[in-house]
């Protein structure tokens, strides 16, 4: 059922194009790889599809180019059900990833190119002001501009919307961003970044998750992978395990499957714990499929993968 709480996210599109081989080249050298697939991705766009898909009410604020991966953006967006709210930018192009996945493990690295998306800024975060403010649940991520970000969560902030920061990629934040931060969703090796400790056990987990409290986050979500996800806020400390909903074909969505179906937890009165299991849900799928925006979830399937856990 979809929910009537609007869900904005700020973020930015990118076509993916996803190389899988058995290792990265060297540089200067050539390998063959096996194989290669074009489509839709960047963090705002895949959490906004993974939310509409899950039965949120998605809009994504961002910047496009004019151009063919411009029309990819808008195509994915309306088979998704996601409303666009869009800046065409004819003076830029719209961005691309490189995204490497290893053949073997599913894992990935990504090299980011904005193209318009960099070009978010404050003041197109101010012309959206009334749909920010009038969100439920506000998302946003440090793929484009942090003025930008920053803004925009001051916004939402005084509008009333819980605001989720998704600290990805990992950047230095400005002072008093992750106070503006009602729940905080880095992975592992962002909230490494963010406190200078390593996460590398569930106790290391938990202290990096006081750190970021001790900050001004009001809560945190530490993305586990495989182990699922950490939750902590003034009052509970809670391991919420990963779900198996089959072989692990590709990593690339999963923390965007994560934070764009929490997110409509949330708006659907969720409380954290429980938002927090249904992100996992929806992530435990899309690892199971290639892809960014394509691998995300359903909201059949994620109930339906929780429905069989509780059995």
Partial sequence: MTTHAPIVIL??????TAFRATRMPRMGETLLGQSFALGPGGKGSNQAVAAARAGGQAHVLTRLGRDAFAQMARDIWAEAGVTPEVIEDAQSYT???????????????????PGAAARIS?????????LIGGAKVFVTQLEQPMEA?????????????LTILNPAPAAALPEGMLALADIVTPNETEAEGLTGLPVTTMPEAETAARA????????????LGEKGALYHDAEHMVHVP???AGPVVETTGAGDAFNGAMAVALAEGAEPVRAVRFGCAA????????????S????????TLIARHAM
Avoid at 11 to 16: L, M, R, T, Y
Avoid at 296 to 303: K, L, P, V
């Fill in 95 to 113: 961005g691309a990833a490189f995204i490497f996945v290893d053949a073997a493990t599913g894992d990935n690295a990504i090299i980011v190119s």
């Fill in 122 to 130: 404050a003041a197109d975060v101010e012309a959206h002001a009334a």
């Fill in 11 to 16: 973020g930015i599109f990118v076509a993916d």
């Fill in 149 to 161: 970000a920053l803004r925009a969560l001051q916004i939402a902030r005084a509008g009333g919307a």
């Fill in 242 to 244: 990963a779900f198996h």
């Fill in 212 to 223: 970021l409290r001790a900050k001004g986050a009001g809560a945190v979500v530490i993305t």
């Fill in 296 to 303: 995300m979830a359903t909201r059949t399937e994620i109930d």
């Fill in 283 to 294: 992530a435990a799928i899309s690892v199971t499929r290639g892809g960014a925006a394509a």
